[in-house]
């Protein structure tokens, strides 16, 4: 059994192009130090003194960044090429956390967040874009995941050990790792991937039915991109909201905090390839994503239980663990599967819009919400938010589902 279990995960890594495995790579040294947003909201009111709600107008600052980046990523994707646009991106935004260290005043902070925001999340749409250039197209979905699995195995490991660089050494050296590890990436790109020509779109089970022309007139894809906004919201609060919940409301120490996210960075690099690998053959696109998105809004109703904080805390990064797994790769791909050659950038840009502007008001509604009324109150509401996206996504289900059968109709009458 043990045996069987083992090749059927070796089996899920079966048939990924050599350049997927670069890009993945790539996305793991760089996203060891993406570590400076999780320890953020710490940082800014233990080290610099602000407030909870500047804490919070911080962080959206660099969600307006992330919403600027979104769209200059997508242009600059189409217009000059996914290659150069991670290029500059990973490259300028290293050199620029050298010079957010330097920052301890708010206006200044907010500031230089926003211009380090909108530079390293121009990268985004480009990597996207570039899976249809790298992976052939019946491997998208389990290409999108090992580059997920690359982000989130980076990810735990900076997260595991930020909380023991912050306790040793001091929060300064987050961003001298995420600076460096930026550049690091850069080279890495520069050496061993080049630009490779678009493959096209496989057959799956959406289509990319009316994306010619814009994502902004695609009425399904604007849906989907609202849908995606509602969940990310409630989702963003990860990385704002709930390490303050655990450090003000129940003194959980910086690492304490490093070995939760490392938790959820590790469920996700040993769970996603062989749960997207099984599910793919189960479950159509949005069927997966109803799912994974029910399990998150799970992960915020747990706050509710009584009994032992440390070990509800777990279950909750447990629950949102795995509805990330589940919904994730399948949001990924749906947007691509929307696009077309010449407009990938554009339409994954679009795609980005969802979490840039969650990054915006996330924090702040979060905050606001802890301040006014309590965090039980902020969990519940995220949970339901939840809920709205999941149900929202049965409904596009069956819009998706009408659309494909007027295509077939009309393909038939145009036989």
Not at 179 to 203: H, R, V
Not at 327 to 341: D, G, I, K
Not at 358 to 379: K, M, R
Request: aromatic share 16%; glycine share 8%.
């Amino acid at each position: 059994m043990v045996r069987s279990a083992i090749d059927y995960y070796l089996k899920s890594f079966e048939g990924l192009s050599k350049d997927i495995w670069l890009l993945s790579l790539m996305t793991l040294i760089n996203r060891c130090g993406t570590i400076v947003i999780v320890f953020m909201t710490i940082y800014l009111t233990s080290e610099l003194g602000f407030t909870k709600i500047q804490a919070g107008l911080t962080v959206s600052c660099y969600g307006l960044g992330s919403l600027a980046g979104a769209k200059l990523g997508g242009w600059l994707t189409d217009n000059i090429g996914y290659f150069k646009t991670m290029f500059w991106s990973l490259f300028l935004s290293g050199i620029l956390f050298f010079v957010l260290m330097l920052m301890n005043e708010f206006y200044s902070f907010c500031s230089m967040v926003f211009l380090v925001s909108m530079i390293g999340d121009s990268f985004r749409p480009a990597s996207m874009a570039s899976v249809s250039s790298y992976s052939a197209p019946e491997n998208r979905n389990r290409s999108l995941s090992l580059i997920r699995m690359a982000i989130n195995l980076g990810f735990s490991l900076g997260t595991g050990a930020a909380g023991f660089l912050v306790a040793g050494f001091g929060f300064e050296w987050l961003f001298i790792i995420d600076g460096g590890t930026c550049i690091l990436a850069a080279i890495f790109l520069k050496i061993f991937l080049t630009e490779k020509p678009d493959q096209g779109n496989a057959a799956t089970d959406v289509q990319a039915t009316g994306s010619s022309d814009s994502p902004y007139k695609d009425r399904l894809f604007l849906l989907f991109v609202v849908l995606m906004f509602i969940m990310a919201v409630a989702f963003m609060q990860l990385f704002s909201t709930i390490p303050y919940y655990l450090k003000e409301s129940f003194s959980f120490t910086e690492d304490q905090i490093g070995w939760l996210f490392m938790l959820n960075g590790l469920i996700i690099v040993v769970l996603e390839m062989p749960i997207v690998y099984w599910i793919q053959e189960k479950f159509n696109t949005l069927n997966a994503i109803v799912i994974g998105i029910a399990l998150l809004s799970i992960g915020f109703f747990v706050f509710n239980f009584g009994g032992s904080f440390m070990l509800i805390t777990i279950l909750s990064f447990i629950a949102l663990s795995i509805g990330e797994v589940i919904s994730f790769p399948f949001t990924n791909a749906f947007a691509l599967s929307r696009s077309v050659e010449g407009k990938r950038g554009e339409y994954m840009g679009a795609y980005s819009l969802a979490f840039s502007g969650a990054h915006i008001l996330s924090p702040t509604l979060g905050f606001w919400v802890a301040e006014h009324f309590s965090f039980l109150t902020l969990w519940n509401l995220m949970g339901i938010l939840c809920l709205v996206s999941s149900v929202g996504f049965i409904l596009l289900r069956s819009k998706v589902s009408v659309e494909k059968e007027e295509q077939l109709q009309m393909k038939n009458e145009f036989i």
